[in-house]
């Protein structure tokens, strides 16, 4: 993709991406880098668009759980803080063209499988002896969230389910909240690493890709699980995300 030209089709993806993670209370930066890597867009501006876009989607959600009362702040803030340093220092890490895209196809795959895991939003369950060891996945969550340009979520709240660490909206609330401060950390390394001038580069030529997940954000968390269950919408996305990633690693 060149530098200033955004094609449709490129914008109907990221709608229709941040319509699905949306809906189930995630970001969807790591299939942003992918959707972008296919393009061909140079691949040390994914993780700033990416990034950028993830922003954008989940502040809106982390704004509605604050507000609901949802947050388990005492628990989530533990999470955040370890992992927020951590993301920034991803974002600093310099990394290969080619380890960069092989990560980041191996994400989209482990994304999908961790999609997969069952959520029961009635479990009331008492707490796994795991549970209060779930702020250590923080930091190498972080940290791997800066390098490649995802919040993290994804993968985190699966393990708070199986450990049993909070009710189901509490868990998505905290995901959430990790999602939206790994992004904002993660993207000041890449722009510390980069220079400001990259940075102005990559969200001049996405600003379209911006306001397609805008959209895509909006319609998928105010109305996408009305629509179908949210089963449905989590097996819809892991199947996204898996050909995606499939396509990324075939490639590499």
Not at 3 to 10: E, K, S
Not at 83 to 104: N, R
């Amino acid at each position: 993709m060149m530098i200033g030209a955004v094609p449709a089709l490129l914008a109907l993806a990221f709608l229709v991406t941040a319509l699905l993670y949306a809906s189930v209370g995630f970001g969807g930066g790591s299939t942003y880098s992918a959707l972008l890597a296919l393009s061909g867009l140079d691949y040390r501006l994914l993780p700033l668009v990416s990034l950028a876009c993830n922003i954008v989607v989940v502040t809106g959600g982390s704004i509605r759980f604050a507000r609901a009362g949802l947050t388990p702040w005492k628990k989530a803030l533990v999470i955040v803080a370890l992992g927020a340093p951590a993301s920034f220092l991803g974002g600093l890490t310099p990394i290969k063209e080619a380890t960069f895209l092989t990560l980041l196809g191996a994400s989209l795959v482990l994304t999908s499988l961790f999609m997969l895991v069952p959520v029961r939003e009635d479990a009331k369950g008492a707490a796994t002896r795991f549970a209060r060891w779930m702020p250590l996945a923080a930091a190498p969550l972080g940290y791997f969230a800066g390098l490649v340009g995802i919040g993290g979520g994804v993968f985190l709240s699966p393990l708070l389910h199986l450990a049993r660490w909070h009710e189901a909206r509490g868990i998505a609330a905290t995901a959430s909240l990790f999602i939206l401060v790994n992004s904002l950390f993660g993207l000041a390394g890449q722009m510390v690493k980069n220079g400001p001038d990259l940075f102005g580069q990559a969200i001049g030529a996405a600003l379209p890709l911006l306001i397609a997940v805008v959209i895509g954000g909006q319609v998928g968390s105010l109305m996408a699980t009305r629509v179908l269950p949210p089963h449905w919408i989590r097996w819809l996305t892991a199947l996204l995300v898996l050909v995606v990633g499939v396509r990324l690693l075939v490639g590499v």
